[in-house]
């Protein structure tokens, strides 16, 4: 791994792909560079030996060369592929999470991040990670666009209204990085940013462990989904059944009304909440309400995490992707058989805390800090 310390206004590298968004970057500055010296050379080189030697003289007529009319199409060509798929295995690799990464939620907000752990540690402006372990943020916002920014780790993301965006990264230095809001966003946007702080594993479970927290995301979705909203009156299975049960459904494609598929992601689930007629599930009706303004992203968050653990992601896990019976018999309800997953139950497999279960206490606020011992800057 390349290091570039000796460029002082050059960011560190402290991720995996962060040498790869470099490489690329050096390329195109080498590229720009060879070319720009060409250029500018054979105007010098022209001007002088092309100059008017005499009034009234005519150069020489070109008719064209195809060789040289080939050359200048095919070297372009090859050279503009090479920065396209260099860009694009870089945006793939960054963009696309692997399965095994860790989960944080990060919500946007006029101005600041707000960030939950799955083992509900809550953050505001600041994000612990462990070093050597591949995270995955799932990101949305309570406003407007904001962007998510670690010049350090090479990762910029817009955060959009309306819908998830995740990325993800593998710290590979311990330290205190710079996050930034890189997307304008209003008066106090320039203040949007704080730390990110990659700790060794032990110093990251013992900043856990010191952190009080209060229900993880998936008891806190399931308290949501039980008591607070009332979700289950419908959806839970019983007499009282009427909307579809989730138990089993993440991860699996089910049929909807008027024929389409759809496959059960957080972006469904989400949509579901807020727009509930959008995309009725095939054989229910569509009675439920909207809770829009009724309720938070970061709640929905919670519902999604809830609605995920029923399928035996844990909190933070990865999604296993379990292939659907997009026709299940019967048609009244898609997950009523087989869809692969064991947690028919409605009891949320919780991620290891290794902490006291506290839920009278709400760290909602920024005042869960620790420095990390082995900062380097
Ligand atoms: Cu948020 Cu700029």
């Known amino acids: 791994m390349q290091d570039n310390s000796w460029v002082s206004f050059f960011p560190e590298q402290a991720s995996t792909f962060a040498w790869q968004v470099d490489a690329l970057y050096f390329y195109l500055i080498a590229v720009s560079a060879f070319f720009t010296v060409i250029v500018v050379a054979a105007i010098f080189v022209f001007g002088i030996k092309y100059r008017e030697r005499g009034r009234f003289t005519d150069g020489a007529e070109i008719h064209g060369s195809i060789a040289l009319e080939t050359m200048w199409s095919i070297i372009p060509f090859i050279i503009s592929m090479t920065i ?8 793939y690799h960054q963009y696309i999470p692997p399965e095994d990464a860790t989960e944080i939620y990060v919500v946007g907000k006029q101005w600041m991040w707000k960030i939950q752990h799955g083992s509900g540690q809550r953050e505001i402006n600041e994000l612990h990670v462990p070093v050597g372990q591949k995270v995955k943020l799932t990101m949305t916002t309570e406003d407007v666009l904001h962007d998510f920014f670690v010049p350090a780790f090479r990762t910029k993301i817009d955060v959009v209204p309306g819908r998830y965006t995740t990325i993800w990264f593998e710290a590979t230095k311990p330290g205190k990085y710079h996050l930034f809001c890189a997307e304008y966003c209003g008066l106090n946007h320039s203040g949007m940013g704080g730390y990110v702080y990659v700790m060794e594993q032990r110093d990251f479970d013992n900043w856990l462990a010191g952190n009080v927290s209060g229900q993880t995301p998936v008891e806190a979705g399931r308290d949501l989904f039980e008591n607070k909203l009332g979700c289950a009156s419908c959806h839970q299975g019983g007499q009282n059944q009427r909307g579809a049960k989730l138990e089993g459904i993440y991860g699996t494609d089910v049929k909807l009304v008027g024929g389409q598929t759809v496959r059960v992601d957080d972006e469904y689930i989400r949509n579901s909440i807020l727009n509930p007629s959008g995309q009725i599930v095939e054989g229910f009706q569509p009675i439920m309400p ?23 992601n844990a909190a933070g896990g990865a999604t296993t992707g379990t292939t659907a019976n997009t026709n299940a018999t019967g048609g009244n309800n898609v997950n009523n058989s087989g869809s692969g997953s064991a947690a028919n139950t409605l009891t949320p497999r919780r991620a290891d805390r290794g902490d006291s279960n506290n839920p009278g206490s709400n760290p909602n606020a920024p005042g869960n800090r620790s420095e990390p011992t082995n900062s380097n800057r």
Not at 84 to 91: R, T
């Open 84 to 91: 396209f798929l260099g860009g694009a295995v870089v945006y």
């Open 290 to 312: 909207t809770f829009k303004g009724q309720i938070t992203e970061e709640q929905l968050i919670q519902i999604v995490a809830y609605i995920k653990s029923l399928s035996g």
